[in-house]
């Protein structure tokens, strides 16, 4: 009876340290499980003429709000920037008279016309008289190709040196009776701010904002894993066919399409990125481009620039100003900027 007594208080600590062990471990366990599959918040608004969607997560603030403030700053720039409002509106208006501009248009135009500069025009801002010509300016508008004189009166309009800002930033002018459309920058510039808006209220926070196909990173998945980004197959019909995938940590990357909105007529397609030296859709053998950049501004107007120039020189020289392209041309064969496929494997 001793015996036993004395063996008691002993098997009852080994089954106290058992249990306590045991819980520790499902402790363990139980965290890492919920912080493995911490749930992404996810937010889609229709904004800036096209599906936006904010996936966020956060260990220090609410995902919801974070996704909140980003909606809020790219609504911002939407009615800022829309093509029928705002300073666009107003300076399209202008008869080339000055118009004073803020720092921050000031920004986006001059970033506009660098990526113009460097791609020898292919991206241009004042393609408005020609867009609005065809009937790409508004969902609603009527879609029609024009005659060959209404394009060529459009058209010499068009030329993105006629947009002239002053020595100080503070005033632009249209000259020649130019007009701006930012549709192929503005995307990409809310894409980069309302990162940024996230940034500053949780500098760790992680995800990505994807507004129509301008995807910018907000930190890598859990913090340590790539976001896996399918490039659209350019002839899918139900647009959910992809035709590679590319791995993101950080930066962004920026597809434009034939397949965004087009009309045909006769067999033909015509879409909405324009060649701004022939006033027609671009027609150099690519039905897709995609660029990946450190801004997603950039690599929202580099990729517009992409689909116009081509592969051949093209857009050769695109590494040079930190853009890398994936084209797919109308044979469904691909070019790649040297550089590009360190994206296509984790
Ligand atoms: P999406 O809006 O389909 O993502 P883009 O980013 O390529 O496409 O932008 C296309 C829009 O930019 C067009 O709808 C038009 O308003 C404008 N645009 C068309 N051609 C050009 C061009 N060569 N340079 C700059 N903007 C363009
Ligand atoms: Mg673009």
Redesign the pocket.
């Known amino acids: 009876m001793r015996q036993r007594n004395s063996r008691n208080p002993l098997s009852s600590s080994t089954f106290l340290y058992t249990i306590l062990a045991l819980l520790a471990i499902s402790i363990l366990t139980w965290l890492f499980i919920t912080n493995d599959k911490k749930e992404y918040y996810t937010k889609t608004d229709y904004l800036l003429g096209t599906y936006v969607t904010v996936r966020v997560n956060s260990d220090k603030t609410s995902p919801v709000l974070l996704a909140n403030a980003a909606f809020k700053e790219i609504k911002r720039i939407d009615e800022k920037y829309g093509s029928t409002r705002g300073i666009v509106e107003t300076l399209n208006s202008s008869r080339g008279n000055w118009v004073e501009i803020d720092q921050e248009t000031a920004f986006l135009l001059k970033s506009a016309l660098e990526v113009s500069k460097n791609t020898g025009g292919?991206?241009?801002?004042t393609?408005y008289p020609i867009?609005k010509l065809w009937g790409?300016d508004d969902i609603e508008s009527e879609k029609h190709v024009p005659s060959r004189n209404d394009i060529e009166e459009a058209l010499a309009k068009v030329g993105y040196k006629n947009i002239e800002i002053s020595p100080e930033g503070d005033r632009v002018r249209l000259l020649n009776g130019a007009q701006i459309?930012l549709?192929?920058i503005a995307?990409g510039y809310a894409v980069d701010m309302a990162i940024l808006k996230i940034k500053s209220i949780d500098e760790k926070a992680t995800g990505f904002i994807d507004a129509?196909?301008?995807i910018g990173i907000i930190g890598p998945k859990f913090g340590s894993r790539p976001w896996v980004i399918g490039i659209r197959h350019p002839r899918s019909e139900n647009g959910d066919k992809v035709i590679d995938y590319v791995y993101m940590y950080d930066g962004s990357i920026?597809t434009?399409g034939d397949y965004?909105?087009f009309f045909e007529v006769d067999d033909v397609r015509y879409h909405?990125?324009?060649d701004?030296s022939t006033g027609f859709p671009a027609n150099n053998g690519v039905i897709s481009s995609t660029v990946i950049h450190k801004s997603a501004m950039l690599a929202?107007a580099y990729?517009?620039a992409a689909?116009?120039l081509g592969d051949s020189p093209g857009v050769t020289f695109f590494p040079r100003y930190g853009a890398l392209a994936f084209l797919v041309r109308d044979d469904l064969s691909i070019f790649k900027n040297k550089g590009f496929e360190v994206y296509l494997s984790k």
């Not at 292919?122 to 801002?125: G, Q, R």
């Open positions: 292919a991206f241009d801002p393609l867009i790409f459309d549709s192929g995307k129509g196909g301008d920026a434009s965004e909105r909405h990125i324009f701004p929202d990729a517009t689909f116009v």
